[in-house]
């Protein structure tokens, strides 16, 4: 009882009054006698409000219930439940120790627990970090009302973890089975009878079809001929490769570019899952490869989820050679590969060209990178001193590099998109669809 005994700051008011009173009592013995009797009537109020506090051992209940996954860059609502077992109204201030990756320490909220009603309370978190968040103790502080003198402090010691994954509510946003039916409904789809791998239906022999795809158990069932026909093969292999290099680990919006990446990579890989091709994941960086088969069966999107929540960058420049010899060994069919990096300058991007080009000699590369949009709002600004001229002209030049870093790679076959990072995941989609409208790869 004595830790969870709190006296509130009204107490310690009326305590001053009365230390001025007895000084006062010094001159005039009337304000002595005064000062007497409001000290006897606050600690009888004390007494009162301390019985009424403390005599349920348990006034209240509580329990916190967290998402069972959070999403990276996303709003996320926690919710709390306080059950009031006693008869009295009680106001309340909460105190919540927050995992330590959203670096708040002053969260607080106040609440009234009427008597033995439940009451929930919400509230919002944003995580900027993938990984294990991790809740800790709930305090509540409980007095009768707004001036009252006591406190009871009481503390629920549960602790509670949540992962963190990669932004799944992004596709609430971006609408992709509407966005991917559409398409489907506007693709004039061009059959060709046995030219392909994909079986579509048996059907009666006409002349001109071509005799190797005659079903001879069906035709002995029917009693005349029946072939096989044959469509183009619409599920493809679509990689997506991702940069795990020091160049992914710049900051944007209190998250890293990887994390960006990593949210387009995930909305691309549902994407493409939807449009019966097969997805796959490769990430790269140094020395070593991350690497998932292309498959198109919703499992493996839960895999590729795996991958992407464990996946983090290093300081080291990433080899793009080691990329082109993993591709080479482990990826035979003709594949889409879209490539999420970034490149510091023109230099940076000549440096990697060749292992580039050469890829793109056996599969179709797109290449994502990213446009820095906090320069690109510093230029579009009219500079009023010397130092905003450098800095328009520094961003300027930055900027004029990245279109010069499209525009070369785009010389050489090799297709590019340069977008902000918070517009990666809709217009990576929307790259993929008009491949697959072209009939490019």
Request: charged content about 25%; some cysteine; proline content about 2%.
């Amino acid at each position: 009882m004595i830790k969870s005994f709190y006296l509130t700051r009204n107490t310690f008011i009326w305590l001053g009054v009365c230390v001025v009173l007895f000084s006062f009592g010094l001159l005039n013995q009337a304000f002595f006698v005064l000062g007497k009797l409001l000290f006897f009537l606050l600690w009888i109020a004390v007494v009162l409000e301390t019985v009424i506090l403390f005599r349920n051992t348990e006034p209240i209940e509580a329990n916190r219930k967290l998402p069972s996954i959070l999403s990276n860059g996303d709003v996320n609502w926690i919710k709390l439940k306080i059950k009031n077992n006693t008869s009295h109204n009680f106001l309340a201030k909460l105190i919540e120790d927050l995992p330590e990756q959203l670096q708040i320490r002053n969260w607080e909220k106040e609440s009234i627990f009427k008597p033995n009603d439940i009451t929930e309370i919400n509230y919002d978190i944003y995580p900027k970090v993938r990984g294990l968040y991790l809740w800790e103790n709930l305090t509540v502080f409980l007095q009768i009302k707004k001036y009252s003198l006591v406190m009871r402090k009481e503390v629920f010691e549960f602790e509670q973890e949540s992962a963190c994954y990669p932004s799944f509510e992004q596709f609430k946003r971006l609408h992709i089975n509407a966005v991917v039916n559409n398409q489907q409904s506007n693709e004039k789809v061009v059959r060709k009878i046995g030219q392909s791998l994909e079986f579509e239906q048996i059907k009666d022999y006409s002349s001109g079809d071509d005799y190797r795809h005659i079903n001879w158990k069906a035709s002995a069932k029917r009693g005349n001929l029946m072939v096989n026909q044959y469509q183009d093969e619409r599920s493809q292999d679509i990689y997506c490769a991702v940069d795990l290099g020091r160049t992914m680990k710049m900051p944007f919006n209190q998250q890293t570019l990887l994390d960006y990446a990593i949210n387009g990579c995930l909305a691309l890989s549902k994407t493409i899952i939807t449009m019966s091709d097969r997805a796959g994941f490769l990430g790269f960086s140094y020395e070593k490869c991350n690497f998932l088969p292309a498959k198109k069966d919703l499992k493996h999107f839960g895999k590729i989820t795996e991958k992407l929540y464990n996946i983090e960058t290093d300081f080291k420049e990433s080899d793009f050679e080691m990329l082109y010899k993993f591709v080479r060994l482990n990826i035979r069919q003709r594949s889409l590969l879209v490539i999420f990096t970034n490149f510091d300058s023109v230099n940076a991007m000549h440096r990697n060209l060749p292992y580039l080009r050469s890829l793109s000699r056996h599969h179709l590369l797109l290449l994502v990178f990213f446009e820095n949009s906090e320069i690109a709002q510093i230029v579009n600004q009219q500079a009023k001193d010397l130092k905003e001229i450098y800095n328009n002209t520094i961003g300027h030049n930055m900027l004029y590099q990245n279109k010069l870093i499209a525009k070369e790679l785009e010389k050489h076959g090799i297709k590019a998109l340069l977008t902000r990072p918070e517009n990666l995941s809709s217009q990576v989609i929307n790259q993929y669809l008009e491949i697959k409208k072209k009939r490019i790869l």
